[in-house]
């Protein structure tokens, strides 16, 4: 591992659980090889009720004036804003033009084809990125067989939070759904995907919230998976590997198909009981 690696934060505001948190879990998860050393802040936090200049010096991160000086003085970056997927295309466009390697927070895009844009700027510049859900290192999805059937259920708003759901369930079933249709609810809502070869899933969020829960059919035989793992230190180790090797654990088109996915469930929730195609 190379040690003394600097790391810097994009980020569309900074005061927010995951730049709270990364900065001491990677430094833990390295061994004290990688840190956070320069942040900026597009905007100051509208949620946390601290500026950016509040945050860098209660978090002791230096304040970078612009997103170049991130990108010329850092040895990897990290674009957050994982509460606001629609600001990655702007936020990501010059980090993906370095050729260091760039992790970019869930959710990666509003769609496939900001999505597409997105990935074109790092394979033009040769930039190694890559973009996940946490609940992918969920020590209970390891180790399942082909999936027949799946009902996933979660907590909260499917904007933010179904990204949560969405990539474990296409991690499992191994493929993208040809069309979703939402089933709206009080205060929940549940989704429908529909997969080419005739099998099929559901994701439902509940606005209250409850835990990541799965009830799945494989080998003929139906299993209940509650996740209480450590997914996201599982998370953080694999991102610490991807700082040290530049291989990231997703690759881009498996990222691509659940954008697709995502935009299509977007559209679902506005047209209940419509198929949208994705």
Same mark, same amino acid.
Request: proline letters at 4%; one cysteine or more.
């Given at each position: 591992m190379k040690t003394g690696m600097s790391i810097g934060f994009i980020d569309y505001y900074l005061d927010e659980w995951h730049a709270n948190r990364y900065p001491r879990l990677i430094e833990e998860k390295s061994r004290g090889d990688m840190r956070v050393t320069l942040a900026y802040g597009h905007?100051?936090?509208? &949620?946390?009720?601290?500026?950016? @200049?509040?945050?860098?010096?209660?978090?002791?991160?230096?304040?970078?004036?612009? &997103?170049?000086?991130?990108?010329? @003085?850092?040895?990897?970056?990290?674009?957050?804003?994982?509460?606001?997927?629609?600001?990655?295309?702007?936020?990501?466009?010059?980090p993906l033009r370095t050729g260091k390697r760039v992790y970019v927070d869930k959710t990666f895009a509003p769609d496939y084809e900001t999505a597409k844009r997105i990935f074109g700027v790092a394979e033009e510049y040769g930039t190694p990125c890559y973009s996940t859900s946490a609940l992918r290192f969920a020590e209970e999805y390891r180790g399942i067989g082909p999936v027949d059937a799946l009902a996933s259920w979660g907590p909260y708003a499917f904007e933010t939070y179904a990204i949560h759901q969405l990539e474990p369930v296409m991690m499992l079933m191994r493929a993208k759904p040809e069309k979703l249709c939402c089933l709206p609810g009080r205060k929940s809502y549940t989704m429908l995907m529909a997969f080419p070869d005739g099998r099929a899933a559901s994701v439902t969020g509940f606005e209250a919230g409850m835990p990541f829960t799965m009830n799945l059919m494989s080998n003929g035989e139906n299993r209940m998976i509650t996740v209480r793992s450590d997914y996201f230190g599982g998370f953080i180790t694999n991102l610490v590997r991807f700082f040290d090797t530049g291989e990231g654990a997703v690759p881009h088109g498996e990222t691509l198909n659940i954008m697709a996915a995502r935009g299509a469930g977007v559209k679902a929730l506005s047209r209940p009981g419509e198929w949208i195609r994705t």
């Open positions: 905007i100051d936090s509208p &949620i946390g009720g601290r500026t950016t @200049e509040q945050w860098c010096s209660d978090m002791n991160i230096r304040r970078a004036a612009s &997103i170049d000086e991130v990108c010329e @003085e850092c040895d990897a970056i990290i674009v957050l804003s994982p509460d606001n997927c629609e600001m990655h295309e702007l936020l990501c466009q010059k």
